[in-house]
């Protein structure tokens, strides 16, 4: 069994220059679709999972279900995190669980809706990584809130974010401050707001520069060069599969989602981690949606759970092409959590920023 830390991932996709998806897991269906594609195409997997996915399925659940992918993938390396924890508690937990990284979200309070001040963020993501990093367990954090730079909405339709209107500052992740807060807290990853949110609706339109702030993210970069960056609500909402859940009795209207090419522009600018949720979940509705539409007299739920596989995997082996995920699964030699202690308390992984 191949369980890593994200900081080992991320520190080997900065060595050779790729990015690594990081999918949202909730069931087998999914946890399946991501391994197979991973061994298809030789790429080390960021499997999630979020506060939703923790109530749909409950944590000891989804660990098993994660720690079985492990056992019948032992040579992909694994990372198991926690997306959007939203309290050092949560964090514990989760650590206590045997997960391999975990976010602290000190962006919003831990009702995840409430925007809170840069102190308090702080304050909870130093507390998770003294706690983290000594158990071998690496950190995220997060600097900015996600919201539409179109509408100043950070739709909380989907999981977390903040409610009501938020204001340009607060939705881009500013470059000095990101360093403060590096510095501060030694996180192994920052996420940042660049313009993405969580969800389906993203986008009225094909996102151009003022709505989807790629620049910004380049500046961030050059200002910490050597953190690693991570885009949440990084879905590209798939236009083929909105037709075919259009097509089958789905009601979703116009909405676009984050361009691969433009991902792949923050990749080459730092950018290693990369959420998706949506974009499995679009294709396992659109999937499940044309089975029964076109086989009424089914009833067997595995065999539309088995095209939802499909139809998912597929997406995976796309993004792991795309982001140059692929082939780097066999070039890492895992490295113990008990290592990874070893590590950070000798220095050797401290954050350096000027
Ligand atoms: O953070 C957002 C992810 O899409 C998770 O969503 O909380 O509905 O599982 P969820
Ligand atoms: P999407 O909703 O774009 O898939 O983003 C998922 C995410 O950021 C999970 O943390
Ligand atoms: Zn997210």
């Known amino acids: ?80 995190h926690q997306d959007h924890g939203m309290s050092p508690a949560v964090c514990q937990r989760s650590i206590q669980l045997g997960f391999s990284s975990v976010m602290m979200d000190g962006s919003l309070g831990t009702d995840g809706k409430t925007p809170m001040d840069y102190d308090y963020n702080v304050q909870v993501t130093r507390q998770v990584v003294d706690m983290a990093h000594a158990c071998g367990v690496s950190v995220e954090g997060e600097l900015g809130c996600l ?25 881009l992740t500013d470059p000095e401050e990101a360093a403060d807060f590096v510095k501060a807290t030694d996180v192994d990853a920052l996420a940042i707001a660049c313009g993405t949110s969580h969800g389906a609706y993203k986008f009225t339109r094909p996102p151009t520069g003022d709505i989807l702030d790629i620049e910004r993210i380049k500046a961030i970069h050059a200002r910490i060069p050597s ?10 909402v798939p236009q083929e599969w909105l037709q ?15 361009p691969v090419e433009q991902i792949q522009e923050g990749i080459r600018h730092g950018v290693r981690k990369v959420n998706i949720d949506t974009d499995l979940r679009l294709a396992s509705t659109g999937a499940v ?51 990874m202690t070893g590590r950070y308390s000798s220095g050797e992984l401290t954050q350096t920023v000027k």
């Open 147 to 171: 919201g539409s730079l179109e509408t100043g909405e950070a739709g909380e339709e989907d999981g977390s974010g903040a409610a009501g209107k938020l204001t340009h500052d607060q939705m």
């Open 289 to 339: 949606r044309r089975f029964l539409a076109q086989n009424p007299s089914e009833f067997d739920p595995r065999k539309f759970l088995a095209v939802t596989m499909v139809a998912m995997k597929d997406i995976c082996i796309e993004r792991f092409e795309a982001f140059g995920t692929a082939g780097n699964a066999d070039k890492m030699s895992a490295l113990s959590l008990d290592a």
């Open 227 to 236: 953190t690693h960056l991570v885009m949440h609500g990084s879905s590209s």
């Open 244 to 258: 075919v859940i259009n097509e089958f009795g789905g009601e979703i209207p116009e909405t676009y989602g984050v």
């Open 1 to 80: 069994m191949a369980l890593i830390s994200l900081r080992q991932l991320l520190d080997h996709a900065a060595q050779e220059g790729y990015g690594v998806p990081a999918f949202n897991v909730n069931n087998l269906e999914q946890t399946r679709a991501i391994m197979e594609a991973a061994d298809q195409t030789n790429s080390p997997v960021i499997m999630q999972a979020s506060a939703g996915a923790r109530k749909y399925a409950g944590a000891p659940f989804l660990r098993a279900m994660m720690e079985a992918a492990m056992n019948e993938f032992p040579h992909i390396p694994v990372v198991v």
